[in-house]
């Protein structure tokens, strides 16, 4: 297997300010990283796809403003949720992948994220 | 875009029963299947995968098949324990940007 590092697993923030949550791999270097969010008794929706060295590519309904996303090196990629709301609240999940050989790339999951705004 | 639908969304099986979790998806050129458990409040754990070029695949009590034609697949759990209780998560890779789409869920509960 690989690791995959969240941090931090819980952070609590007032409404109007920011929080930044760090994804490392420590073990391998990630050719891509992927943040998820999931809210309770709900699947992972994908927000963003991170690549090394350029630009996020977020999906459909996801605010890039509000949701920065730094990819600085192959081992870490940071997710910034800024002017945060009530609303925001939710467990944050990012993934690596892992190239296996043969073309195969693998996804390992950090442990997430629970932010709660107030 | 890929679409993955799954189904049951709650199974419930008594201990020693087997359980069988359907998905389906859209794009027949999604080429990798995992399939993730996840605990409350943990990360999904991938617990087996199937990749385009086989049709089944199994590790002890887990097993997985894959219908290309049909595009569908499905985890299988025999002998099931308590210990498997948890939600079960299907996913398929876009073969273009690698990312996984997620099915539903199926939050499988076992009996004693």
């Known amino acids: 297997g690989a690791v995959v590092s969240q941090h931090p697993s819980r952070v609590i923030c007032k409404s109007g300010t920011s929080v930044k949550i760090e994804c490392r791999s420590l073990d391998f270097q990630a050719t891509t990283m992927f943040w998820y969010r999931q809210f309770p008794k709900q699947s992972l929706m994908l927000m963003a796809t991170s690549n090394e060295g350029s630009k996020a590519t977020y999906e459909q309904g996801v605010e890039k403003d509000k949701f920065l996303i730094n990819h600085a090196s192959l081992t870490l990629s940071t997710l910034t949720v800024t002017s945060a709301h009530p609303e925001d609240s939710s467990f944050y999940i990012c993934?690596?992948?892992?190239?296996?050989?043969?073309?195969?790339?693998?996804?390992?999951f950090g442990q997430g994220t629970r932010l709660t705004v107030v | 875009g890929e679409n993955v639908e799954q189904h049951p969304s709650t199974l419930s099986v008594q201990e020693g029963d087997s359980a069988v979790i359907k998905c389906t998806y859209s794009?027949?050129?999604?080429?990798?299947f995992p399939w993730y458990k996840q605990e409350l409040g943990k990360r999904p754990q991938l617990i087996i995968d199937i990749r385009s070029n086989v049709g089944e695949k199994k590790d002890q009590r887990i097993a997985v098949t894959l219908n290309k034609t049909a595009k569908h697949f499905s985890l299988h759990i025999t002998e099931t324990q308590p210990e498997d209780s948890a939600v079960y998560f299907c996913?398929?890779?876009?073969?273009?940007?690698?990312?996984?789409?997620f099915g539903t869920g199926t939050r499988l509960l076992v009996s004693p």
């Open positions: 993934s690596a992948q892992k190239y296996a050989g043969q073309g195969w790339t693998e996804a390992f």
């Open positions: 794009d027949s050129a999604s080429n990798y």
């Open positions: 996913a398929a890779q876009d073969t273009g940007f690698q990312k996984l789409v």
